[in-house]
């Protein structure tokens, strides 16, 4: 049972980037915006979210300067893909090189440690959350570690990734600005139409995409680690995007997908070195490459026929 929830309680905080940075990604995909940049704007926000929380110990502060480098590179995305028509693709492609440079230049002149930041202590990061008597129910059989381990522990960020979940399901589906979001993404022309701007929607889109995925980068140097480490988003703004395509652009199967890749990374830092049947030592690089590996195998055979958005990544031009 311990080493059950030990896996479990792993699997909850390795997936939390990847469920805001998927929710992230299916805001702007809704909205016809395709969105490669989330892996540049998670390593971005995860420097920037260092970096502030770093200089003057006030990891809230960090928060909000890893939203404003999400939100930078995301006015960069929409002035390049909405604005000037350009290719949303090797956009999102140029603003991950960018991030990916950008950081350990900065890191390294700002620092002095090879692209790292120092590290976080004190007020300058997030801390897990005891829940209303999780130390009473602690011994209590079963229920007890599920509640006093798996649910309680974890810091605000994971617990407002998991909000957010019910929250876009209701946004998208429920509310007036959620149909427009979605009918931007299917039939833009409609749209403008009917005298609405496809240019604000889809920049709206991209702001509450890069507050999504600001927070993700946030949590990877503030909350799962201590410090900013250089190339920490190790593709998770890609495994996010495959997460996305996977659920078919639904909230819920999104949330489902990211937890199983967060499963597989959990595993992965259980089994390494594990001596199994028949096969022996488990090899660390074998058990590294086993996220990439599923997607690759989800992408290929498992998904079946994933539509996107009619308008995705298509460029909008205004009749005269």
């Not at 929380?53 to 300067?65: D, E, H, K, M």
């Amino acid at each position: 049972m311990e080493d059950i929830i030990s896996i479990l309680i792993t699997t909850v905080r390795v997936s939390t980037p990847l469920i805001l940075a998927c929710l992230a990604g299916l805001y702007s995909e809704r909205a016809g915006i395709v969105d490669i940049g989330l892996e540049g704007k998670l390593l971005g926000s995860a420097f920037g979210a260092a970096v502030v929380a770093s200089v003057t110990g006030n990891v809230w502060l960090g928060l909000l300067a890893g939203i404003g480098v999400s939100l930078m590179f995301s006015a960069v995305h929409g002035l390049a893909s909405i604005n000037f028509r350009g290719n949303q693709i090797i956009s999102g492609v140029a603003l991950n090189f960018l991030a990916s440079g950008l950081t350990v230049f900065l890191g390294a002149a700002w620092f002095g440690r090879g692209g790292n930041t120092p590290a976080l202590s004190g007020g300058a990061r997030f801390y897990g959350i005891e829940l209303p008597f999780a130390g009473e129910l602690a011994g209590v059989p079963i229920l007890g570690p599920i509640y006093s381990g798996l649910l309680s522990g974890h810091t605000i960020l994971t617990y407002l990734a998991f909000l957010a979940v019910p929250l876009t399901a209701w946004v998208l589906w429920r509310t007036r600005f959620g149909l427009r979001l979605r009918a931007v993404g299917e039939n833009p022309k409609a749209l403008d139409t009917a005298g609405m701007s496809v240019t604000v929607l889809r920049y709206k889109a991209l702001a509450i995409t890069a507050v999504l995925v600001g927070m993700g980068g946030a949590y990877l140097s503030t909350a799962q680690a201590a410090s900013f480490s250089r190339e920490m988003s190790s593709g998770r703004g890609y495994i996010a995007l495959a997460a996305l395509i996977f659920a078919k652009w639904k909230p819920y199967p999104a949330l489902g997908a990211c937890l199983l890749f967060g499963f597989l990374e959990a595993m992965q830092y259980r089994l390494q070195g594990v001596d199994l049947p028949l096969i022996g030592p488990v090899p660390t690089q074998a058990m590294q490459a086993l996220p990439y590996i599923l997607t690759i195998l989800l992408l290929a055979g498992f998904v079946g026929r994933a539509i996107a958005p009619k308008a995705s990544g298509q460029p909008y031009v205004k009749e005269r």
